[in-house]
């Protein structure tokens, strides 16, 4: 299990894509190569832009599909973070 500590990265607002795109390339991809299970931990983070969350997960929709989130859990996510990441993962699966 690969957990990712996302206040560690990008601070108690997650805003830099670029940060985000690191992640996802680095961290989350190879973790789902090797069949891991993967925790987005946002302890701290107050909020998070729709883009920053855009470009963390729409790829891994894109290339695994919408199941791909049954490996992939969010943790401490306040109402904010919750609704944002809510919106991306709806819109990925029209």
């Not at 925790?39 to 997960?57: G, P, R, Y």
């Not at 109402?79 to 709806?90: E, F, L, N, P, S």
Request: glycine letters at 4%.
């Amino acid at each position: 299990m690969k957990q990712i500590n996302i206040f560690d990265k990008a601070g108690s607002f997650a805003e830099n894509k670029d940060i985000a795109k690191a992640v996802r390339i680095e961290e989350i991809l190879p973790a789902l190569n090797k069949q891991e299970e993967i925790i987005l931990d946002f302890k701290n983070v107050e909020a998070a832009t729709q883009s920053f969350i855009h470009a963390l997960l729409s790829d891994v929709i894109r290339k695994y599909g919408g199941e791909v989130l049954d490996k992939i859990s969010f943790r401490s996510c306040n109402d904010t973070v919750k609704k944002i990441i809510g919106i991306v993962v709806d819109y990925m699966q029209e």
